[in-house]
């Protein structure tokens, strides 16, 4: 039996999709890309059908999500400012450009954390769905691991070696100019800072974790709880 505390229905959420899903730039797109059952008739074919399919799916996870969060921890102000409705549909029509599954995830959590009351600003959410959008799952398996040699080196230093990160992905097939690649794109979005220091031994010049790149990546690869130093219950 579900607890009058620990529950909330989302109802803010179907509003919003059924808001967006009425306005006329959606409408628009959904001729091509269908977003949910609210336009049903527009899907023909197994893509539109697959497409439907991962549509809903990611609500579902964001439902999911909001239904085990209590309700003393929503930031019930932010969905009802302008800025907070244009977070919604920016992430949303994110999702129906790229419904991978590593995006579909991270959406997901981003979604949830947005809702919540937290230390980061409400720029800086918007910030977060638009550099999300950005990105390809293999941006965020990078950033992925530059978090994690993060945690397990020296955080304080913040530093990695492109060179290094590169090598661990190339033991698993990936050529290592696609790394580098993926390196530089996280850098454009200052989730990593480019250093003018070389590494000792001379191994390349190092890059540093930016705080923002790991407040970001917080925010997409789990949901907030009373833990975290970004979280404000």
Known sequence: MKTKSAVIVPTFVKDYILEIAASSPV??????????????????????????????????????????????YIDNEFYTTEKGKRVFAMAFASLIKDSRKQKVE???????????????????????????????????????????????SKPSLRKFEAAGIASFFEDKGINTQLTHQAIAVLANYYLVNRG??????????????????????????????????????
């Open 27 to 72: 409408q628009a797109l959904s001729q091509l890309n269908p977003i949910s059952a609210a336009v049903n008739s527009l899907f023909t074919g197994e893509y539109n059908r697959k497409k439907q399919e991962e549509i809903t799916g990611a609500l579902h996870k964001l439902h999911a999500r909001l239904q085990v969060v209590e309700k003393r």
């Open 106 to 152: 991270a959406m997901s959590n981003l979604l949830v954390n947005l809702t919540l009351k937290s230390k980061i600003s409400y720029d800086e959410r918007e910030l977060f769905v638009d550099i999300l959008d950005a990105l390809n799952p293999f941006h965020l398996t990078v950033l992925g691991k530059i978090y994690e040699f993060n945690k397990e």
């Open 196 to 233: 003018t220091d070389a590494t000792i031994g001379g191994g390349g010049l190092t890059y540093h974790f930016t705080e923002f790149g790991e407040s970001f990546f917080v925010f997409i690869f789990g949901v907030l709880d009373k833990d975290s130093p970004y979280s404000v219950f």
